[in-house]
């Protein structure tokens, strides 16, 4: 039987990607070099340009040289071929503007094409100018029926924030041409999760509480708050990676499957899973969560400050580490802890979700045999993308009967001898190709913060300081208490 493919890789049209903040580290760092890429797999229009817009003023040549300083850095130099670069560099175009006030726009409109190619506007900025922008684009007529606008995360800071952010953003820019960025939609194994679900059946019939003994979601960093103290110190573990990244990982595992994998039916299975997650407010907080904070120690054999001597506030409560135990009340998960936790400064870099199933109903071996686990499911995201499936196996050996834990093992690099793209890559492109699917919805936004919003107050009612772990950790003692009354422990081992 053949199986149908659909590709959705189609040729991305003409267009005009106004870049503001373009002068950014976002833009230096992330969006050229990821256009850059998509410039050599020969995905980009003869007519395609980048508007970089910022306040300095500049012209066009010293832009080109920035960019080009910067693509040198960021690009592996294995992938710099010099007359593709050259290619790319004359795509780019540069304007002075105060971006939220129309008539300093002028510029912009004369220079931007009105041949009906795509026009979209990233907003690389600062959250709180994603509505002057919008507004301004909108008075200085810029904002056409078919232009798009990409923002980036964090929407808001809480739900109140949010929705006027998303309120403002709407008055000018219709839904369906709205892209909000979580770049974790981005990442190659996130996608593969949407593949691992519903293009393989085997895993369906295991895929629900009588099966599946909890989840385990992670997202581990080794690195501190770098440069990033004064954003870091306002938004805090929760805000910055919980909110969005962690719960999107936990609605693509949780959703029911979408019966097209069209933008809308994606999101609303995503929505129904954040609508089913079980409040946790001033009762249940001090069970349900944990939130930490590093102090100094040593990451990979170097010694690091604590977080507050690395944002120079002695009197800071953000935190820097959350651990969540999450209950998705709807009748396939109803009994299956879903038990989230990210940080800074941890032992190591690891992003992983673990599936881990029930035991065997029946034990037919003597304990003598060795202990037989539960099975496991791993996706890791990074480092080493790959899927592991930790099963109990006999070790060979002519004696005893010897049981072993033993993992078949999908490594993305092994097997695919192909570049790993960055999810900047396939989101840019998404957006000028008008795919919403891997972009986060308004309704999606607004139901994280409504579960999210009464964590925060109940832990700013509590007033309490963030339990403390040493950076090179895996966060505080309170961490493994969450799962360890549950009779269960986190994955920190190589199984
Ligand atoms: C960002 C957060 O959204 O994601 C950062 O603001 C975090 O604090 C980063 O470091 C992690 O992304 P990645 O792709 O390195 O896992």
């Given at each position: 039987m053949t199986i149908r493919t659909t590709s959705d890789?189609?040729?991305?049209?003409?267009?005009?990607?106004?870049?503001?903040?373009?002068?950014?580290?976002?833009?230096?760092?992330?969006l050229l070099p990821a256009l850059y890429e998509r410039e050599r797999d020969q995905r980009l229009p003869d007519q395609g340009r980048i508007v970089a817009?910022?306040?300095?003023?500049?012209?066009?040549?010293?832009?080109?040289?920035?960019?080009?300083?910067?693509?040198?850095?960021?690009?592996?130099?294995?992938?710099?071929?010099?007359?593709?670069?050259?290619?790319?560099?004359a795509r780019l175009h540069y304007v002075a503007s105060d971006a939220s006030d129309a008539a300093s726009l002028a510029p912009l409109a004369k220079l931007l094409s009105s041949d009906g190619r795509v026009r979209a506007f990233y907003l690389a900025t600062a959250p709180t100018l994603f509505g002057p922008i919008c507004r301004a684009l909108g008075a200085a007529g810029l904002a056409t029926p078919g232009s798009r606008v990409v923002l980036e995360k964090p929407i808001g800071h809480d739900l109140a924030s949010s929705r006027a952010v998303n309120e403002q953003v709407g008055q000018v820019f219709s839904e369906d041409r709205i892209f909000r960025i979580d770049h974790y939609l981005g990442k190659e194994t996130v996608q593969n999760l949407m593949a691992l679900?519903?293009?393989?059946?085997m895993f369906e019939r295991l895929w629900n509480a009588s099966e599946i003994d909890h989840v385990q979601i992670t997202v581990a960093e080794t690195l501190g708050v770098e440069g990033r103290g004064p954003y870091y110190d306002k938004t805090g573990a929760m805000r910055d990676m919980l909110q969005n990244h962690l719960m999107q990982l936990l609605c693509l595992i949780a959703m029911e499957p979408p019966a097209r994998i069209d933008a809308d039916a994606v999101r609303d299975e995503k929505v129904k899973v954040l609508k089913a997650l079980r409040p946790i407010g001033a009762a249940t907080v001090a069970q349900e969560t944990v939130r930490g904070r590093y102090g100094a120690g040593a990451i990979a054999g170097q010694a690091v400050?604590?977080?507050?001597?690395?944002?120079?506030?002695?009197?800071?409560?953000?935190?820097?580490?959350?651990?969540?135990?999450?209950?998705?009340?709807?009748?396939?998960?109803?009994g299956v802890p879903f038990y989230l936790r990210t940080g800074k400064r941890l032992a190591e870099r690891r992003s992983e979700i673990v599936v881990e199933f029930r035991s065997v109903p029946h034990l037919i071996f003597p304990p003598s045999a060795g202990e037989i686990g539960a099975n496991r499911l791993v996706i890791r995201l990074q480092p080493d993308e790959g899927i592991h499936l930790v099963l109990t196996t006999k070790t060979p050996t002519p004696g005893k009967l010897k049981l072993q834990r033993a993992a078949l093992n999908l490594s993305f690099a092994e097997t695919f001898d192909t570049r790993h793209p960055d999810a900047y890559e396939r989101l840019v492109t998404d957006v000028l190709r008008g795919n919403q699917t891997l972009f986060m919805r308004r309704d999606e936004v607004d139901w994280a913060w409504r579960w999210v919003e009464p964590i925060l107050a109940a832990w700013q009612a509590t007033g309490?300081?963030?339990?403390?772990?040493?950076?090179?950790?895996?966060?505080?003692?309170?961490?493994?208490?969450?799962?360890?009354?549950d009779g269960r422990a986190w994955r920190e081992e190589a199984l």
């Open positions: 890789d189609n040729k991305v049209e003409p267009f005009d990607l106004v870049v503001f903040g373009g002068g950014g580290d976002l833009s230096l760092r992330k817009v910022a306040r300095s003023p500049m012209d066009d040549a010293t832009y080109r040289a920035k960019a080009r300083e910067a693509l040198l850095r960021y690009v592996p130099k294995a992938e710099i071929e010099p007359a593709l670069l050259d290619r790319f560099i679900r519903f293009a393989n059946r400050p604590g977080y507050l001597e690395e944002v120079g506030d002695a009197d800071s409560t953000t935190e820097t580490f959350v651990a969540v135990k999450c209950a998705v009340d709807n009748w396939r998960w109803t309490d300081a963030p339990k403390p772990y040493p950076a090179g950790s895996w966060g505080p003692a309170a961490s493994t208490a969450l799962i360890a009354r």
